[in-house]
């Protein structure tokens, strides 16, 4: 059932679910509360996501948006839609804008974990939000924000624990991949090549977390041609591991005294991509120090420009 | 190849980063067989769609077919979309499809294997499985010896230049695993002739199943039930599987084996062991197969088999809205068959924390519906201060884990009912898996069949475990053999014979209807 509420406050939400609750049937069991702020990006995307994410895991998910005018709060409820949680969207208008922690307060579950995800535009501290202060974990995309490299760059340089870029979730059938090859080829890594098409942060991520796991020289090439991350080559002694991608979605991988052999390693959609990361609520310490190799090397490549990223 | 290798790119804290096969081939014996097809090509189709498959991973069908491998291939394909649990991709189907062939032959065929000994080296050469092999025998057990002799003799086992080399030979066998102690110990003896012990994966599905491990979750990293879980709380255990369906067309396997061999020597008893069984040091396999071991062994039937173990026969009759035949009237099952279809013994595990608590197991077809659980029922209350008319309608509190469907906990506990007088009735608090994470759970067979490629066993039972688990069921088994009674009829779509329900009232309690 859809339920419309101009005009109304935390208090009337929480009567109104609990009401709507015992006609349609209660959900037990919401594992968490996700905020997703839709801001700078479309708002049916962001709840397509959300809905496919509650259909995982069952929970409260709450989508802010912003509109002008006078101070207000409409709302709409969504129960027993083919999603096992609720879903709340919150239009926030004027002034309370300012305010929308005081009104999402309320609103989460008891005692479980609130997650806070902007699919577009973040706050450049998301640790010190006032939404994100809410949470356990906050995830970002620098793929939805209008400058990605910067935006990524800049999360590394203000990473707190509970951050998590979507970035990193982009990179975890590359990194299984060449992990694995490792696995297999003992030898020592000389040197590493990255290729990604231009200001993409994805190979920038990368190329950090294989510096960071390596200690080696990790260099970043620009691919004009390819979408997303087109290849990385581990130099070691028994000869070149390369695994290359140009059409975004069969791999080819090849070894020293190997055939060449594909792989599927397709770019995931949004979806898929914040239904992993619910998947886990701890803290990631590979992210966390990869995000920090990120910050060591910006500051080493281009120290000048670190305070005029946006 | 040194031992301390680390790979640089892996780190412990890193558990996102997946566990992912490494070369390899599997061989599939009966790959034409209803297993292959509906569960098993299915799990590896979405085994590489997770991209948990290494991009040298060879699959290899092995039948009486005279196929090529191109129509090979087209039957996996059929059997995948058909089955598969992720949406199926042609970009991870042609990372699969580069990897197989198909032999055709006899499993007595001399020149079959060394067919399937050139593939599997063509294999290693043009897709990088590097020489590391698994053979599944998905063939009925009379047919392992063959198979794993003929594997022997083809150098197919690996031997010590292989293992020198850090290649790995693997077999995987489907229960049942004998079909009585001496048995169980001659086929244990002709698989370890050829593999060595931890090369042998006996599959049982239901310890692959999500559940059984949430068993472990459920017992070990909580604080509150570990309290009542012992003999001075609980009054008695049952375990029940259940099943809605008759023999359908199993008839050549069933009849002779029976419900106790089919479900209760490994399913059941598997179970009992996770329930009873103290906290392992870890959940490596080592340790936790220890544990189980041990409250196995120290597990014997009740000392009255004429009363503690009882099996019926379904008759015909309507279940479930449907007129079924009875067992006896099933196609090809002899008219004077005496195979249980219901089979319920008690069991004692003589230890500290459960001597004098028994622990009933079920196991039948054609009951009412299709269910698998382990119910804890406890003892009543020492005293209840309510007048007897205010409690009437109170049963024992129970704690009931629910294997399947809808995999769960529930909590059965007395409640006042709202009114101005004090009447207390029964009420439960139902935990779900699916409505807490609705995140679909691997199929069984998935997590097994990458745990073979991984060289991983901690969710396969070891030869000491089916061992000790005949060495229960013997004595229940050689009770029926030598009774001149046949099996107690019941009616298809019932919750059992009379004989099982005396067995529990002869103590003053009742079967639980799940």
């Not at chain 2, 990458?450 to 229940?476: K, Q, T």
């Not at chain 2, 103590?507 to 209807?513: A, E, L, S, T, Y």
Request: net charge negative; aromatic share 8%; glycine share 8%.
């Amino acid at each position: 059932m859809i339920i419309d509420l101009p005009d109304t406050s935390a208090a009337d939400i929480g009567q109104r679910i609990l009401s709507a609750r015992s006609s349609v049937g209660m959900p037990t069991g919401l594992v968490f509360t996700l905020i997703a702020v839709a801001e700078g990006c479309s708002y049916d995307e962001v709840l397509a996501a959300s809905i496919d994410a509650g259909r995982e895991h069952p929970s409260r998910i709450l989508v802010v948006t912003n509109a002008p005018g006078d101070t207000r709060l409409d709302a709409q409820l969504r129960l027993g839609e083919d999603v096992p949680g609720d879903i709340i969207s919150l239009v926030f208008h004027g002034d309370l804008v300012k305010h929308r922690a005081s009104v999402l307060l309320p609103l989460v579950l008891p005692d479980s974990s609130v997650v806070v995800w902007w699919p577009g535009t973040a706050p450049s501290a998301p640790g010190l939000d006032p939404i994100g202060r809410l949470a356990v974990r906050r995830i970002t995309d620098a793929m939805g924000a209008p400058d990605p490299v910067p935006a990524l760059v800049e999360r590394a340089l203000h990473y707190a624990p509970g951050d998590l870029d979507l970035t990193w979730t982009r990179l975890t059938k590359w990194r299984g991949l060449l992990a694995a090859s490792l696995d297999h080829y003992r030898a020592p890594v000389r040197a590493v090549t990255v290729s990604s098409a231009p200001r993409n942060p994805v190979g920038l991520l990368l190329a950090a977390w294989l510096d960071d796991r390596l200690g080696v020289e990790v260099t970043l090439v620009d691919d004009p041609r390819g979408i997303g991350i087109t290849g990385v080559t581990l130099d070691t002694d028994a000869g070149e591991i390369r695994l290359t991608r140009t059409d975004g979605t069969m791999a080819a991988f090849s070894a020293p005294g190997l055939p060449r052999r594909l792989v599927a390693l397709p770019r995931r959609d949004i979806n898929a991509l914040i239904t992993e990361e619910l998947r886990r609520l701890d803290e990631d310490a590979a992210y966390s120090a990869t995000m920090a190799r990120l910050a060591g090397r910006w500051r080493a490549n281009d120290p000048g420009s670190v305070e005029e990223t946006p | 190849m040194s031992e301390t290798y680390r790979n640089p790119l892996r780190d412990p804290l890193d558990r996102r980063l997946p566990r992912m096969a490494g070369p390899s081939a599997l061989v599939m014996f009966g790959v034409t067989g209803d297993l292959s097809r509906k569960k098993l090509l299915p799990a590896i189709y979405d085994l590489a769609n997770r991209g948990l498959l290494s991009p040298g991973f060879g699959l290899v069908g092995f039948a009486r077919r005279d196929w090529a491998a191109e129509h090979f291939a087209a039957v996996v394909r059929e059997a995948v979309e058909e089955n598969c649990r992720t949406p199926f991709r042609t970009d991870v189907w042609q990372q699969l499809l580069e990897g197989i062939r198909f032999v055709p032959g006899e499993l007595d065929d001399d020149e079959a294997f060394q067919t399937l000994a050139a593939t599997l080296a063509e294999l290693d050469r043009a897709q990088g499985t590097g020489g590391n092999h698994a053979f599944y025998l998905s063939v009925p057990p009379r047919a392992f010896d063959t198979v794993i002799s003929q594997l022997k003799r083809h150098h197919l086992a690996g031997d010590e230049n292989d293992r020198e080399l850090g290649r790995w030979s693997r077999v995987v066998i489907e229960k049942p695993f004998g079909h009585d102690l001496a048995s169980a110990r001659e086929l244990e003896r002709n698989v370890s002739a050829a593999f060595e012990s931890q090369s042998v994966f006996r599959i049982d599905h239901y310890l692959g199943k999500e559940t059984v491990q949430n068993m472990l979750a459920f017992r070990f990293a909580n604080e509150l039930f570990e309290p009542i879980w012992n003999r001075t709380y609980v009054d008695h255990v049952q375990i029940t599987m259940a099943e809605d369906i008759g023999i359908g067309g199993r008839a050549g396997y069933y009849d002779g084996i029976g419900a106790a061999r089919d479900v209760i020597q490994n399913h059941l008893l598997q179970l009992l062991a996770l329930t009873a069984m103290e906290e392992p040091t870890s959940f490596a396999a080592e340790q936790l197969s220890a544990e189980k071991q041990k409250v196995l062994a120290a597990t014997r039937p009740g000392r009255d088999l004429a009363q503690d173990a009882v099996r019926g026969q379904y008759l015909a009759g309507w279940a479930g809205g449907r007129y079924v035949k009875g067992y006896l009237e099933e196609e090809g099952i002899p008219p004077d068959s005496r195979t249980e279809t219901y089979a319920a013994i008690r069991v004692d595990i003589d230890n500290r924390r459960w001597a004098g608590v028994p622990f009933y197991l079920r196991a039948a077809k054609r009951l009412p519906r299709r269910v698998t659980e382990v119910a804890l029922i406890l003892k009543p209350a020492p005293h209840l201060p309510f007048a007897r008319t205010d409690s009437s309608g109170l049963g024992s509190n129970a704690l009931v884990m629910r294997i399947q469907p809808d995999e769960g906990i529930a909590l059965r506990f007395g409640a006042k009912v709202p009114a101005t007088g004090m009447e207390l009735r029964d009420v439960t608090m139902d935990f779900g898996y699916g409505r807490s994470f609705a995140e679909s759970s691997p199929e069984a067979y998935e997590r097994l069949i990458l745990d073979v490629l991984l060289g991983d066993p901690p969710l396969f039972p070891r030869p000491e475990e089916v061992e000790s688990s005949w060495a229960i069921l013997d004595p229940v088994l050689e009770h029926w053999a030598d009774s001149d009674e046949s099996p107690q009829g019941y009616d298809s779509g019932s919750w059992g014979p009379e004989c099982a329900r005396q067995m529990l009232a002869r103590h003053g309690r009742v079967w639980r209807r799940p």
